[in-house]
């Protein structure tokens, strides 16, 4: 991975340093040369603008102009032909370059003075009309190939960045001690990079906005309006960096603490830290502590990340004073079933912890990756369920919910596990692209709108099932009895005894996220035989302990435990 970032970075970077020196550097070195020949008069042979299309990688056309021009020449008696009407005679899309050129020659040439070029006194058969550069096209071509420097550059650095010393003492059993950020309970945020990331975008944003605002400007009133208004961005990435730079020098590093050390799922994320500067008891700093998924998904050549927040929590801190700051104490109840930290890759999970408020006039905004993992000291789901069982509120709710009857006499309990409401969403969905489907079939007599309708019905049968799909379940001692209904109609009936079955386990059967958050968690049970034949017991629970209640209380009637929940 880092072979190939440095390679990817030394790409990009010799890319742009070849697009700069061609089209800046070499005619720059050429120009001031030509300040040095010799002006002789020409005559006129031909000049034109000719022009093609030219077409790109994504099939787009764009069209290119080049002035045409021969001239003859006599230097000490002897004539010579120059075809050269500019230092750098390159196609680009602007005309307006070569038409204007294209105009003055023919104006000198109707002139008494005549047409006047420029020859090498070293080798007199090179020659050019026009010695000058655009001040424009060379500032466009610097800040265009410099986006591809930077970016070359920046991914080299970054990669190199990563390269870390050998670490001591790692013990595989203990994935945080294979980290060197996480080798010892003090962590650093990444708030010092974050100044060289600020500016590095900064920089690039200077780059990429002024490329267009150059191109732009000068070509009529709306063009240069927008020219200025994309110089918009990059300011505002240079007051960010400022105000980033700002608090980095104010406040310096801020080591934070974890005891215990990591931080427990399924126990406690708890430490503390001390913010430089004098601060009062009535501030109060926030310190959220969160997890977030990141997801890396690759199809063909496309790659998209996504990120959400599966676990988040969020605690107003007191300050306590001392002579070497504002000291904040922070202690977080992580529940168990949380997943760990771990590596990045496709699919990891970070953990973090954000620190803000304000001290001596100063933001302070720190962000800290910590390691939070299971350990010896974490409390399982199951455990949690023994010591904090629960209420009778909430069983009375669930008892209602899913028409649960225990017979203690007979040692039988009945229950009906309902459809997901979830799926009247994939229900809406069905019928609005069947809608559609419907209507461009009806109105354009499109095919495709018929296929559309048909494509949308597999929505619509996947929702209206998943929501129609309930259990009826009878458990009694060693045996367990599902009647799976869609709706009311009887679909099927299985039966098994307690020697066939290999476990009853809680999964997720069901999330939602908004704006990047996971806003609900749905939890089901399902069967799993000796056979590994797997049945959907339903359940739809809001909490994973809740799904373990109805498990304990079917294995208590069956007159078994199974295996521990893995989920």
Same mark, same amino acid.
């Not at 920046?154 to 950020?181: C, H, M």
């Not at 069956?558 to 929940?565: M, P, T």
């Given at each position: 991975?880092?072979?190939?970032?440095?390679?990817?970075?030394?790409?990009?970077?010799?890319?742009?340093?070849a697009?700069?020196?061609?089209?800046?550097?070499?005619?720059?070195?050429?120009?001031?040369?030509?300040?040095?020949?010799?002006?002789?008069?020409a005559?006129?042979?031909?000049?034109?603008?000719?022009?093609?299309?030219?077409?790109?990688?994504?099939?787009?056309?764009?069209?290119l102009?080049?002035?045409?021009?021969?001239?003859k020449?006599?230097?000490?008696?002897?004539?010579?032909?120059g075809?050269?009407?500019?230092?750098?005679?390159?196609?680009?899309?602007?005309?307006?370059?070569?038409?204007?050129?294209?105009?003055?020659a023919?104006?000198?040439?109707?002139?008494?003075?005549?047409?006047?070029?420029?020859?090498?006194?070293?080798?007199?058969?090179?020659?050019?009309?026009?010695?000058?550069?655009?001040?424009?096209?060379?500032?466009?071509?610097?800040?265009?190939?410099? &986006?591809?420097?930077?970016?070359?550059?920046?991914?080299?650095?970054?990669?190199?960045?990563?390269?870390?010393?050998?670490?001591?003492?790692?013990?595989?059993?203990?994935?945080?001690?294979?980290?060197?950020?996480?080798?010892?309970?003090?962590?650093?945020?990444?708030?010092?990079?974050?100044?060289?990331?600020?500016?590095?975008?900064?920089?690039?944003?200077?780059?990429?906005?002024?490329?267009?605002?150059?191109?732009?400007?000068?070509?009529?009133?709306?063009?240069?309006?927008?020219?200025?208004?994309?110089?918009?961005?990059?300011?505002?990435?240079?007051?960010?960096?400022?105000?980033?730079?700002?608090?980095?020098?104010?406040?310096?590093?801020?080591?934070?603490?974890?005891?215990?050390?990591?931080?427990?799922?399924?126990?406690?994320?708890?430490?503390?830290?001390?913010?430089?500067?004098?601060?009062?008891?009535?501030?109060?700093?926030?310190?959220?502590?969160?997890?977030?998924?990141?997801?890396?998904?690759?199809?063909?050549?496309?790659?998209?990340?996504?990120?959400?927040?599966?676990?988040?929590?969020?605690?107003?801190?007191?300050?306590?004073?001392?002579?070497?700051?504002?000291?904040?104490?922070?202690s977080?109840?992580?529940?168990?079933?949380?997943p760990?930290?771990?590596?990045?890759?496709?699919?990891?999970?970070?953990?973090?912890?954000?620190?803000?408020?304000?001290?001596?006039?100063?933001?302070?905004?720190?962000?800290?990756?910590?390691p939070?993992?299971?350990?010896?000291?974490?409390?399982?789901?199951?455990?949690?369920?023994?010591?904090?069982?629960?209420?009778?509120?909430?069983?009375?709710?669930?008892?209602?919910?899913?028409? &649960?009857?225990?017979?203690?006499?007979?040692?039988?309990?009945?229950?009906?596990?309902?459809?997901?409401?979830?799926?009247?969403?994939?229900?809406?969905?069905?019928?609005?692209?069947? &809608?559609?489907?419907?209507?461009?079939?009806?109105?354009?007599?499109?095919?495709?709108?018929?296929?559309?309708?048909?494509?949308?019905?597999?929505f619509?049968?996947?929702?209206?099932?998943?929501?129609?799909?309930?259990?009826?379940?009878?458990?009694?001692?060693?045996?367990?009895?599902?009647?799976?209904?869609?709706?009311?109609?009887?679909?099927?009936?299985?039966?098994?005894?307690?020697?066939?079955?290999?476990?009853?386990?809680?999964?997720?059967?069901?999330?939602?996220?908004?704006?990047?958050?996971?806003s609900?968690?749905k939890?089901?049970?399902?069967l799993?035989?000796?056979?590994?034949?797997?049945?959907?017991?339903?359940?739809?629970?809001?909490?994973?302990?809740?799904?373990?209640?109805?498990?304990?209380?079917?294995?208590?009637?069956?007159?078994?435990?199974?295996?521990?929940?893995?989920?």
């Amino acid at each position: 991975m880092k072979r190939s970032g440095a390679l990817f970075g030394g790409v990009f970077f010799l890319a742009g340093f070849a697009v700069f020196y061609f089209t800046v550097l070499s005619p720059v070195i050429d120009a001031a040369k030509m300040q040095f020949w010799h002006v002789a008069q020409a005559q006129l042979i031909s000049a034109d603008v000719s022009s093609f299309e030219s077409r790109d990688n994504e099939g787009h056309y764009t069209t290119l102009y080049k002035l045409d021009m021969q001239y003859k020449y006599q230097v000490d008696g002897q004539e010579y032909i120059g075809y050269r009407p500019q230092v750098n005679n390159q196609s680009n899309s602007d005309s307006s370059r070569a038409y204007s050129l294209l105009g003055q020659a023919r104006t000198e040439q109707n002139s008494p003075g005549g047409l006047m070029i420029w020859y090498n006194p070293n080798d007199v058969s090179e020659s050019v009309y026009d010695r000058s550069l655009s001040v424009k096209f060379l500032l466009l071509m610097s800040l265009f190939s410099g &986006i591809f420097m930077a970016v070359g550059i920046g991914v080299f650095i970054y990669t190199g960045s990563q390269s870390a010393q050998p670490l001591t003492n790692v013990d595989e059993k203990k994935p945080w001690t294979t980290r060197t950020q996480w080798a010892s309970p003090v962590i650093y945020s990444g708030a010092k990079k974050s100044v060289k990331y600020a500016w590095y975008f900064a920089l690039l944003g200077c780059l990429f906005s002024g490329a267009f605002s150059v191109g732009l400007y000068g070509g009529n009133t709306f063009t240069t309006v927008l020219a200025a208004l994309f110089l918009v961005l990059p300011l505002w990435l240079i007051i960010r960096a400022r105000k980033i730079q700002k608090q980095w020098l104010h406040f310096k590093e801020v080591p934070l603490t974890i005891n215990p050390y990591p931080g427990v799922i399924g126990g406690k994320v708890k430490g503390s830290l001390t913010i430089p500067g004098q601060t009062s008891t009535a501030t109060t700093f926030t310190a959220t502590l969160k997890c977030t998924e990141h997801l890396t998904k690759r199809s063909g050549t496309e790659r998209k990340s996504s990120r959400c927040i599966v676990f988040s929590v969020e605690k107003d801190l007191t300050p306590r004073t001392s002579a070497k700051g504002a000291g904040l104490d922070f202690s977080f109840d992580v529940p168990p079933g949380q997943p760990q930290s771990s590596t990045p890759s496709k699919r990891y999970h970070e953990w973090a912890l954000v620190i803000q408020g304000e001290i001596d006039g100063h933001s302070f905004d720190r962000e800290y990756i910590i390691p939070v993992f299971v350990t010896a000291q974490s409390v399982s789901v199951e455990q949690e369920l023994k010591n904090q069982p629960l209420t009778p509120t909430e069983q009375s709710a669930m008892h209602a919910r899913l028409t &649960i009857d225990e017979d203690t006499t007979t040692q039988a309990l009945t229950l009906q596990t309902p459809g997901a409401k979830e799926c009247l969403f994939i229900i809406a969905l069905g019928a609005i692209f069947f &809608i559609v489907g419907v209507l461009i079939a009806t109105l354009n007599g499109s095919f495709f709108g018929i296929v559309f309708s048909a494509m949308s019905c597999l929505f619509l049968a996947l929702g209206i099932w998943g929501y129609g799909r309930n259990c009826k379940i009878k458990v009694s001692r060693n045996s367990l009895q599902l009647d799976v209904y869609f709706f009311s109609k009887h679909v099927q009936a299985l039966s098994f005894t307690a020697s066939e079955i290999k476990d009853i386990d809680a999964f997720v059967s069901s999330k939602v996220q908004t704006s990047g958050k996971q806003s609900s968690e749905k939890f089901s049970l399902h069967l799993i035989t000796h056979s590994n034949k797997t049945i959907n017991l339903g359940g739809d629970f809001k909490t994973i302990k809740n799904a373990l209640h109805l498990k304990q209380k079917i294995e208590r009637i069956l007159g078994c435990r199974f295996a521990k929940n893995s989920d």
